[in-house]
């Protein structure tokens, strides 16, 4: 699973983003922009306002999946250990 997220340290509140692509992304009260969605992450628009942030403050970046298989009694006790059994 993707996730869309702004790094907000470096947005510069340009706007570029926001008017290339309406459906994920928006103004917050700061005047910075806000990820609205994270659906739909393959679109042109979504690559194309990626590539327009002049900051490079917006990333597209891969959850690991191997925790979201896990059962969430796994999560809080100890590592899985491989045994040769
Ligand atoms: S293009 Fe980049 S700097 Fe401009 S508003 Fe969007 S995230 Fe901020």
Redo the contacts with the bound molecule.
């Keep these: 699973m993707d996730i869309l997220d702004?790094e907000k340290n470096?947005?510069?509140?340009?706007?570029?983003?926001?008017s290339i692509d309406e459906a994920h992304?928006d103004w917050d009260d700061d005047g910075?922009?806000k990820v609205i969605s994270n659906e739909n992450l393959q679109t042109e628009e979504l690559t194309n306002?990626i590539e327009?942030?002049?900051?490079?403050?917006?990333r597209l970046a891969k959850t690991s999946t191997v925790f979201e298989n896990i059962s969430d009694d796994s999560k809080t006790t100890s590592p899985i250990v491989a045994t040769d059994n």
């Design positions: 702004i470096k947005c510069i509140g340009c706007g570029a983003c926001i992304f910075l922009s306002a327009s942030c002049p900051t490079a403050a917006i």
